[in-house]
């Protein structure tokens, strides 16, 4: 049956590390994965989110203020007031376009196009109304200005600032569910590292102490046997239970040892003929 200790020292040192490598390449590639997905969630929220709530409450602040720049050019306290505020309606009405184009542009959801778009279809049927107001007003006929900013202008504007208002809320929602995701997968991404940086510290350390205990043991008994072999104890049995660098040491001891108790064997033999042949003589010269 194979036994890890039949390895070679070699190979068996190259396999620990191996583990161990292998485990921190698992550490670095869960690392770089997770902070992808962390870099991408950061760059939706600061890109996607932020911008389209931004664009959002800025055109439902824009919303407001044109409501507010038709009901002072309708019924102006002096022409200067009138101008400066036609003036002003001109700017927000542009500035509403621009963020209109900006939300356009980077909306993903499906959701965010479609209340985006209930939002377009609201400004579409309120902005003619606008313009028949900013006419009345430029031929000087205040009263029917003021008239049809209350009975049509007030329910279409009604309308398209509720379509603003769900369409900022939505933008809200969706920027705190994309930070909350981010959140979660933050910690994830930190049990994870953490969990295989614990395997890989408990893994090194069982490597480390099973590969030293398999080449110090087989070492030291080889030690101990070199040592009985030195004393002159010929009789010990050895016992080769690997077939690494070690056991082939300890199967070279032993076959040393075998090698010398028939060298003494052969000598005490030879030293017994001597010594009969040498009685034997002294015998015949009596």
């Known amino acids: 049956m194979f036994k890890i200790s039949d390895l070679k020292i070699g190979k068996r040192l190259a396999l620990g590390f191996g583990l161990v490598l292998l485990c921190a390449t698992a550490l670095l590639a869960l690392g770089l994965w997770r902070m992808s997905d962390l870099q991408a969630s950061s760059e939706q ?137 981010s959140r979660q997968n933050y910690t994830i991404t930190q049990m994870g590292m953490l969990g295989i940086g614990i395997l890989t510290i408990a893994l090194g350390a069982l490597i480390a102490l099973f590969i030293t205990r398999t080449i110090t043991v087989p070492l030291q008994n080889a030690a101990r046997i070199a040592d009985t072999i030195a004393g002159g104890d010929l009789t010990t049995k050895i016992e080769v239970t690997s077939r690494d660098e070690a056991g082939q040491l300890v199967s070279s001891l032993k076959i040393m040892q075998e090698n010398l108790a028939n060298t003494v064997k052969n000598i005490k033999q030879g030293t017994e003929t001597i010594s009969v042949a040498s009685r034997e003589i002294a015998s015949g010269n009596a």
């Open 45 to 181: 929220i600061v890109t996607e989110d932020v911008g389209n709530l931004a664009n959002a409450l800025e055109m439902r602040e824009a919303g407001w203020s044109i409501a507010l720049a038709l009901r002072r050019i309708a019924t102006p306290t002096d022409a200067t007031e009138g101008e400066r505020e036609g003036k002003r309606l001109e700017s927000i009405l542009a500035s509403y376009a621009k963020s209109e184009e900006a939300l356009k542009r980077y909306a993903a959801s499906g959701q965010t196009k479609a209340l985006l778009a209930a939002v377009v279809e609201q400004r579409q049927a309120t902005m003619p109304v606008i313009e028949k107001i900013k006419s009345l007003v430029a031929g000087g006929n205040y009263f029917d200005a003021a008239a049809m900013l209350k009975t049509d202008f007030q329910p279409l504007h009604d309308k398209w600032i509720a379509s603003l208002a769900a369409l900022a809320d939505f933008q809200q929602k969706a920027m705190k569910e994309t930070l909350e995701a």
